[in-house]
């Protein structure tokens, strides 16, 4: 199991102050996603890989159809 709790977690520059975001960190390799509003909640991780392709077909728009 990976330990975020000394993690310096990011989120986009583009998000509202609403606090409706998700946030990032890396530890060891591996990529924590978890709700902003819930610094404490659950924490979803991915693989640097993972992210990368997520993040690949976001820019291409393969996920458009959701919105």
Not at 11 to 25: D, H, I, N, R, W
Request: net charge negative.
């Amino acid at each position: 199991m990976i330990d975020f709790s000394r993690a310096t977690w990011r989120k986009s520059t583009k998000s509202q102050q609403s606090g409706q975001c998700v946030e990032l960190a890396k530890v060891d390799g591996a990529i924590g996603v978890r709700d902003s509003k819930e610094p404490n909640g659950p924490i979803l991780v991915f693989t640097v890989e993972e992210i990368a392709a997520f993040f690949d077909g976001a820019a291409h728009g393969e996920f458009d159809d959701l919105l």
